[in-house]
């Protein structure tokens, strides 16, 4: 059977949807067709699939490095609520569970394995990736990789390394917004240089944006969320600005405060009662958001500007995903 055939069979049996939104079709054909691949997908377009498909077509386990724990245990859980074997390796876990999961990639059945691109550097990992049957590697968030990128993340450039393990590997790349600086960045970086790039258009319908003036911030934001339906994130420059606003909002709309200053813990609770409907808002600095798939989320704020306006376009991304009006 020709493996788009099968491809788009598996999409409907295991997510339930009768075919691919846009751009996602190009993307896991050319990942079949044992290509390295540079994907440049709106926020909210289903990237994550792009290579979770592939990767239950594939013998083997898929490395898919990502930025953020919270990114990578939102992924595992609702991959694990598919009834599809994925793991993720982070700094949460003690020597114990971590030498646990590896085992479980060699000798068990682990479809992707979720890992920091730190943890690449790990002579642990390094030694029993040796030994593995790595089908492909993804690279979500791969703007991280560029210099020229608004994240810029040093480990992300060490990534390479993973060749001295396995010379054949294949690489797919994934991001929501890159520049003509940042993609031969990347294509560099990963030593990507024939990769097949596909772009979608960045157009969200469903979003409209609102700038709204004034000398009165906080009344403002209240006046809003008071009208507003619902769940939705504000986000804030600095971590004091978070828990500020949350002791301000707090008695008129069930929210809490989220920053990289949390303990794993804490992000992990606020996290899920965010997720999970049991608050509505999430007052947070941009250490929040990047890959969680939350549907209902109606309104995004910026109570200070982002630092680019392609990180203003990630966040923003956040709402609207079940493709209604945010």
């Known amino acids: 059977m020709d493996k788009l055939i099968r491809a788009k069979k598996l999409l409907n049996k295991v997510w339930g949807y009768d075919s691919f939104r846009s751009g996602q079709e190009d993307v896991v054909s050319a990942v079949l067709d044992e290509q390295d691949v540079i994907a440049i ?8 699939i792009c290579y979770q498909l592939p990767a239950l077509m594939y013998q083997g386990v898929c490395l898919v490095v990502t930025p953020l724990i919270a990114l990578m245990q939102d992924q595992v859980d ?16 003690n020597h114990r569970e971590i030498d646990r999961i590896l085992d479980n990639c060699i000798y068990g059945n682990v479809r992707l394995l979720y890992i920091s691109p730190e943890r690449i550097s790990s002579r642990l990992f390094r030694d029993r990736a040796a030994k593995m049957e790595i089908s492909f590697l993804a690279v979500d968030e791969a703007h991280c990789i560029s210099q020229w990128g608004h994240d810029f993340r040093p480990s992300y450039q060490k990534i390479l390394s993973i060749k001295e393990i396995d010379a054949t590997i294949k690489i797919i790349a994934l991001t929501a917004t890159a520049t003509t600086a940042v993609i031969e960045d990347i294509r560099t970086q990963l030593s990507i240089n024939s990769a097949k790039l596909i772009i979608q258009s960045f157009e969200r319908k469903n979003l409209s944006i609102e700038v709204i003036k004034t000398d009165r911030k906080t009344e403002s934001l209240r006046a809003i969320i008071n009208k507003s339906t619902g769940s939705g994130i504000i986000y804030v420059r600095h971590r004091k600005t978070a ?3 949350y002791k301000n909002l707090s008695a008129l709309v069930s929210c809490d405060y989220y920053h990289a200053g949390l303990s794993h813990k804490e992000r992990a609770s606020k996290q899920n009662k965010w997720l999970n409907g049991k608050i509505r808002f999430i007052i947070a600095t941009n250490a929040f958001g990047m890959g969680i798939d939350k549907s209902d989320v109606r309104t995004v704020f910026h ?5 680019s306006v392609e990180e203003y376009y990630q966040e923003i991304g956040r709402a609207g995903r079940d493709t209604k009006p945010a």
């Open 303 to 307: 109570y200070g500007l982002p630092p």
């Open 41 to 48: 997908l709106p926020t909210g377009s289903g990237k994550s």
């Open 78 to 93: 609702k991959l694990k609520s598919l009834k599809i074997n994925a793991a993720a390796i982070h700094s949460g876990l």
């Open 243 to 245: 828990y500020e606003l």
